[in-house]
């Protein structure tokens, strides 16, 4: 007898809707389902029927699915009933549910049942809110190929490889005396060499991944006037924030998201820097320092018109912040300069954010800054997947100086970390604190 608990949800998102859906799993799904229709459903065969109350009566009409374990979405029994879509009609069904013996879900807890029963694994999992969440069609599409499995399969590759160097070392000790020819006359090196490769690859491919997922954080700062909310304007093609030419214009930070070749931008607008009695202009001030300080990338916009010595100098080196965001100076206002717009040097663009020249050059930069590359065939990935790569990396590092050292025992190690470290991010290995962590950051039904 399974001893799992039956959970139920409203599965569809909160408000008014064509259908609302409501998903059950657990071993209670199948009593549950002949409880409320009244009669047998067969698995994988939507049904119109009603719903019924305990007395028999409609509360709902709609389509039932049922789905027998393991060929589910959780892997357990699951019904899916597809009522009408009102807070309180899927709410009345919901407690008809719960009445039979199911409880409430949590957040994320019917991917995590996926998770548990090998439907997925956590990469995968983790994927489910990605596509969720998704800021741009290419991070969807990203989204969608973790999903199905594309990072994963190039994780296990590599957990292969290792395994495979794992078993000739770990042999290796089992035969002491042999051990030094063991691993300096074989091709163990050279391996270990491939593995390290293939690992650099896939973290630059994830790195892809995380910035598409997460996106970047672009602060625009600067003097008064200089034309930064002009820029955000520009940049996010909207009318967002207010522009006048009298300084000082801008005190709040002020966001909008813009789409950057699929990789999702948000773009932070921030009150020109200076000392200043009013109190109000001291705060925005302060904002922008802060805001500063969280930027991923910082553009420091000038008027190209300014002749003083420092004008192309980023604001850390004229101590205007202790941030270390990579920062690219925008020559702003070109127009009235009349000198010609586009990248100067590295890190440095002429614009003219009035007349818009210039801010393709801009956004380039900005995507070299990230290091983003656009390109088929990305999936997403999380900072946690990153640093589970970085510290394989580290550990393949070891284990390539100990060879060098004819250290053979410390080299299985190494190798041993550098697996384990892999398993983190497909959930071979995962503590429970890190599964609750990251199922609860999804939406309950999911
Ligand atoms: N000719 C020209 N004028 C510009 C350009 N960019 C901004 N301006 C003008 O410069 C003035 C200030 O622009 P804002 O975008 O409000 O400048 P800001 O840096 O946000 O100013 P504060 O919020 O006060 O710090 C406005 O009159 C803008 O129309 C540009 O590229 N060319
Ligand atoms: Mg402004």
Not at 81 to 95: I, K, N, R, T, Y
Request: aromatic share 4%; charged share 25%; proline share 3%.
């Amino acid at each position: 007898m399974p001893t799992v608990d039956t959970i139920a949800a409203v599965a569809t998102a909160p408000g008014r809707g064509g259908v609302g859906i409501v998903r059950v799993s657990g071993p209670l799904a199948r009593e549950i389902a002949q409880a409320l229709t009244g009669g047998k459903l067969t698995p994988r065969s939507a049904v119109y029927c009603d719903f019924q109350d305990a007395d028999g009566e409609a509360l709902d009409r709609g389509i039932a699915i049922r789905f027998e374990e393991p060929q589910s979405l959780t892997g357990e029994d699951v019904l899916e009933l597809q009522g009408h879509g009102g807070p309180v009609v899927l709410d009345m069904l919901l407690e008809r549910v719960l009445s039979l013996g199911a409880r409430r879900a949590e957040p994320g807890e019917f991917t995590q049942r996926a998770f548990v029963n090998g439907k997925m694994d956590l990469a995968q999992a983790e994927a489910v809110l990605d596509l969720v969440n998704s800021a741009t069609r290419q991070a969807a599409r990203g989204a969608l190929r973790s999903l199905s499995g594309a990072f994963s399969k190039r994780v296990h590759g590599i957990e292969r490889e290792l395994l495979e160097l794992r078993v000739f070392c770990e042999g290796a000790i089992d035969f002491p005396d042999e051990e030094i020819d063991f691993l300096s006359e074989s091709d163990v090196g050279e391996r270990l060499e491939a593995v390290r490769n293939h690992l650099s690859a896939l973290r630059a491919d994830a790195r892809q991944g995380a910035l598409l997922q997460d996106g970047l954080n672009v602060v625009i700062a600067g003097a008064p006037n200089v034309g930064k909310s002009s820029l955000l304007n520009r940049l996010s093609g909207e009318d967002r924030a207010i522009v006048t030419n009298v300084p000082g214009t801008t005190r709040d930070t002020l966001d909008a998201d813009f789409d950057l070749d699929g990789m999702p931008v948000r773009v932070v607008d921030t009150a020109g820097l200076r000392e200043t009695g009013d109190a109000v202009e001291t705060e925005g001030v302060n904002r922008a320092r802060r805001a500063m300080a969280m930027a991923d990338v910082i553009l420091w916009v000038v008027d190209d018109r300014d002749t003083s010595g420092d004008i192309g100098e980023k604001p850390r080196a004229r101590g205007m912040t202790d941030a270390t965001a990579t920062t690219i100076v925008a020559r702003n206002k070109a127009d009235l300069s009349g000198r010609t717009t586009g990248r100067l040097s590295p890190g440095v663009v002429r614009i003219s954010a009035l007349t818009g020249d210039g801010i393709d050059a801009l956004a380039k930069e900005i995507q070299h800054a990230a290091g983003y590359r656009a390109g088929e065939g990305m999936f997403t990935a999380r900072a946690r997947h990153l640093d589970a790569l970085a510290s394989a990396g580290e550990a393949l590092a070891a284990a390539a100086e100990r060879l060098g050292a004819n250290q053979g025992e410390l080299v299985a190690e190494d190798l041993r970390e550098a697996h384990e470290h892999l398993g983190l991010i497909v959930g071979r290995v995962s503590p429970d604190d890190l599964l609750g962590e990251i199922f609860a950051s999804f939406c309950i039904g999911k």
